[in-house]
């Protein structure tokens, strides 16, 4: 049983949709990220929020939009999206600052977005 | 460019037998290494980790070597099960806190019965 759950399972979605993932984690962590895996390419960091704050955006397209409440639960706004960003979309947490150094990563089991 | 390269893109390897799965990196300032596996439909789950100041972490079935120096790591499966049959990602980071992993693309790892 993972510590971390992420809503949806499967998403499709049209390019003109507006959708969330949602992403809870119950292990008392408090960063989470946001990675994707698309097919055939290394699992890529999208956004990272410690304690709340984000400390890192990768250049992602302003049509994805994170959104981190609590240092529990994390969202990912999708808009107007391509089929390009059809891909598996990972959730992630690790005990950050001002916690333990060399924390690993505990991930969820992801959301499978299709986008048509 | 690939900071963290596996190489293999799949292995075969008979039950009982041992499994060495590689990986390279490119940054010498990562310090902190980690192994993940992967089923279907699941997310990565965590292994073992290394960090930079030692060169061998064991766990159980599990040992990862660490050489420096060859900017080089590796995981030993030993013995190989057939439900070790998953795809492994190889990851970096570098202090931080290990906000910044990079992981490798993996390596498809097949235990035949």
């Known amino acids: 049983e993972t510590g971390v759950t992420q809503t949806p399972r499967h998403l499709v979605m049209g390019m003109t949709n507006k959708k969330s993932l949602k992403c809870e984690q119950h292990?008392?962590?408090?960063?989470m990220y946001w990675y994707k895996q698309s097919a055939k390419k290394p699992l890529e960091l999208m956004f990272v929020y410690s304690l709340e704050e984000r400390v890192e955006n990768n250049s992602v397209p302003s049509r994805f939009s994170p959104e981190c409440p609590n240092s529990s639960h994390l969202f990912l706004h999708l808009h107007t999206l391509q089929p390009e960003d059809s891909a598996l979309y990972l959730c992630?947490?690790?005990?950050?600052?001002?916690?333990?150094?060399?924390?690993?990563?505990?991930f969820g089991n992801g959301t499978r977005l299709t986008v048509t | 460019d690939q900071q963290v390269k596996q190489n293999s893109p799949s292995l075969s390897v008979q039950e009982g037998r041992i499994s060495i799965l590689n990986c390279d990196y490119t940054n010498s300032m990562f310090d902190y290494f980690l192994w993940y596996k992967k089923y279907p439909a699941e997310g990565p789950t965590f292994l073992i980790s290394i960090s930079s100041i030692k060169d061998k972490n064991e766990d159980g079935r599990f040992t990862v070597f660490l050489n420096k120096s060859a900017k080089h790591l590796s995981l030993h499966i030993v013995p190989s099960q057939p439900g070790d049959s998953a795809v492994y990602f190889c990851?970096?980071?570098?202090?931080?806190?290990?906000?910044?992993?990079?992981f490798g693309p993996g390596t498809r790892l097949s235990v035949l019965p």
């Open positions: 990851a970096a980071s570098a202090g931080n806190y290990g906000q910044n992993f990079v």
């Open positions: 992630a947490s690790s005990q950050g600052p001002p916690g333990h150094l060399n924390s690993p990563l505990h």
């Open positions: 292990l008392g962590h408090n960063a």
